[in-house]
């Protein structure tokens, strides 16, 4: 993949956090005894402020480089459909529902519940991935070819802040 100088590449430090979330997740989702109530609740716990970070992840990536882009790119007369569609599904908030339907215990089927948090759990990371892939290839060399040095400079300490890693 390509190498960008870490003052201007505005993925690589929130990535990387939200890289280590996804490898939590999975291994609490091997050692959690879903039998036990305390444990599935507190891995449930955990969920819920891991979805919110993503959540909030994206509003940053929205708000301070997707939208920014998008201006840039329209101003300049540019289409670009990966700019797009970025973001656009919304899965996170079906994560979210879902993880708060699971702490709301009694009102569902214990074993069907596992399975189906299972499987979207698998799904999402499944689609999470490549996504930051994604912006990291594409959208990088998106911003380093539209924004000036500086700017971009300025914008990842924006995204860092908001992120609360700087
Ligand atoms: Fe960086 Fe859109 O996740």
Redesign the pocket.
Known sequence: PPRFPDEVDV?SV??SR?RDLVRMYKSQLSTTDFNNSVNMSGFLSTLLATFKEFQQ??QI?NRFIMDRLKRRLNALSVYNSAVCN??QDNRLTEMLEMVRGGLDSGRHDQDEFVRQLRRKLDEFTDN?LP??KE?EEIFQPLLMKYFGYDELRELKQDVLQNHQLS
């Open positions: 993925f929130p990535h939200m992840h994206e990536e970025c973001h999470f996504h930051m912006e």
